[in-house]
């Protein structure tokens, strides 16, 4: 056997994607190999591939029970023998799995750091040949980080103790440099292949919006996203609560899901959205890490996330299995505050001294400013993603709500130079002012706060009275993400010029923007995304094999998606194979999954077909 014919024959996939190949052949010519790739883009495939062809099993350390459970359940159900090791097991099964992997029976054994130095394990890796280590979101290493796991350290001495250094593979999503260069150096990778693959999802729309009422907005799109499955992300415990019960009480299908609810409950809202018998899950950021649900079909932000990473992790876990899917983010600016506040009451990391503590809250208060820059952009959302994952990308990709947006390209250099001057007249003052007051001192409004600090006399006061406050705005936001204004995140998000802004100021700088034409009524609005890239399936026998999969999975006591994906039923629908042979050449079916539901979803294509070519009769014909 050869990495192609494992990836056909257990996964049902004919060729690799992108990065794939090159680290599995790096992982069997000996070599260890770090892999960087966005969530969705396949990193399991990299070490569970090769874990079929080396000799000796193949460790895989994980963060989170929730998500070796999936990942073992994904690999029997396609015919690899993996099973895992935690905390949760009883003793006898504990020891039935140790049995096996001494029998040679087990490929794959998922762990989690806290087991490696155990006894027990210790001595199965004397009896056991360990061909390889694969340490799944390896940025649980770095101290640095959000996700730091300190049972993570103690890879290195479990290294250190095996009789024979097996090929060591760490995978993660995250890009940053420090990151990075931690994982190397707490791992000690001898020269590893370092691979960092394209951080662009196609098959995701990004899309931002600053509603007047969230719940509304939110409701508008769950409206549009009937029948699918989705995430809604908030920014705290009780929003999560509130958000649910409304959706609930509004005739939604919604489980939460937060650090503060029983482990008993989390689990089981957890268990009945992966087995689509709810359809969205409330949450805070708490829910996610390891969840590979591929059918997710959107992640709705109800607030602002912490950063980037955090963001482009949690939507990432949209269309995972290359669906179309949406990432909406609804933004206000009180998002701000309340980030500040987290990071100000985060206790944090208390192996870090003061002065670490500092550089942490810095860097903080640095992601949290480029998150304000991407909710203020009315530029390309994905080039701005790519551009802060250090990717170079057209500036126009036709599937955001920039780029779906109807905008015209204006000279507004005078408007600029008005709102920018009376940054300066309030700064003079020595008043902190965000692009709530800015704006309303611009248009001249009349509001106590105004009255208080005294602002109706700085020269500017209603300079841009003519222009509505959504338009100005988005003025201030593009003036904030093209840099001639900084948001400082950590004092009350306060605007200041930078040296960008004097040419422009001095009149020897000309500042075009792409404002919408005019403001989308929102049914406008929601016709234009409806517009989504769908594959163009049969309806109908998509929803039979849906609840074919689900009589499966209700069967099995498993996710829906470990038995087949979303897109592998569009794939169904649209091959709608005949026969094994036919049935094969569908992507995500393997040898393994074709023996076990082959039948099934051949004779459901099958009877489907027939009756679409005889219809039934009604009762009042047979006579
Ligand atoms: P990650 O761990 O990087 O977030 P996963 O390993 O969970 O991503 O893979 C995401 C999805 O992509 C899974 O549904 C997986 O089966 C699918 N996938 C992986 N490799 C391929 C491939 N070569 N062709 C098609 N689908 C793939
Ligand atoms: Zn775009």
Known sequence: MNPQTVLQDYFGYSRFREGQEALIRHILSGGDVLGIMPTGAGK????????????????????????????????????????????????QAYFAVLDKVRAGDIRLLYAAPERLLTDSF???????????????????????????????????????????????AAFTATATADVRADIKRLLGLREPLELVTGFDRKNLRWIVERPQKRYDALLS????????????????????DEVCSKLNADGFSAARYHAGLTPAERSQNQDAFLRDSVQIMVATNAFGMGIDKSNVSFVIHY????????????????GRDGSPAECVLLYSPQDIRTNQFLIESD??????TEEQRRTVKQKDYERLSAMVRYCSLTDCLRHEILRYFGESAPTHCGNCSSCLADTDVIDATVAAQKILSCVYRIAQRGLNCGTRLLCDVLRGKDSKQIAALNLSTVSTYGLLGDLPQK?????????????????????????????????????????????????????????????????AVDEDLFQRLRRLRERFAAREYKPAYVIFSDATLRALCAHRPRNSEEMLAVPG???????????????????????ARAPRKTPGETH
């Not at 350390?61 to 690899?80: K, N, W």
């Not at 699918?228 to 415990?237: A, E, F, L, N, T």
């Not at 607030?303 to 949209?318: C, F, I, L, T, V």
């Not at 988005?474 to 306060?494: C, D, F, H, K, P």
Request: net charge neutral; aromatic share 6%.
């Open 347 to 352: 206790s944090g990391n208390d192996r870090l």
């Open 471 to 535: 338009q100005l705005e988005q003025m201030v936001g593009i003036l904030i993400s093209r840099g001639y204004l900084s948001v400082n995140t950590a004092e009350y998000s306060s605007l200041a010029l930078t040296a960008k802004a004097a040419p422009v100021l001095r009149g020897a700088e000309q500042v075009m923007m792409s404002l919408p034409r005019r403001t989308l009524t929102e049914a406008a609005r929601e016709r234009k995304l409806a517009e989504m890239p769908e594959f």
């Open 221 to 240: 799109h769950l409206r549009r996203m009937k029948g699918k499955s989705g995430i809604v992300y908030c920014i705290s415990r009780r929003a999560t």
């Open 44 to 91: 399991s495939v990299c070490y569970q591939v090769p874990a079929m062809l080396l000799t000796g099993i193949t460790v895989v350390i994980s963060p989170l029970i929730s998500l070796m459970e999936d990942q073992v359940a994904a690999l029997q159900e396609a015919g690899v023998p993996a099973a895992c090791l935690h905390s949760n097991l009883e003793q």
């Open 122 to 168: 210790l001595a199965l890796t004397e009896s056991v040949a360990i061909g390889m280590v694969a340490v799944d979101e390896a940025h649980c290493l770095s101290q640095w980080g959000q996700d730091f796991r300190p049972g993570y350290l103690t890879i290195v001495e479990f290294l250190e103790r095996l009789p024979r250094r097996p090929v060591v």
């Open 589 to 611: 079916i393997g040898k393994y999954k074709l023996e076990k539901y082959g039948d099934a979803f051949l004779r459901a294509i099958a009877e489907y077909e027939q009756e």
């Open 303 to 318: 607030n602002m996330p912490k950063s980037m990473e955090a963001y482009y992790q949690e939507a990432g876990r949209a």
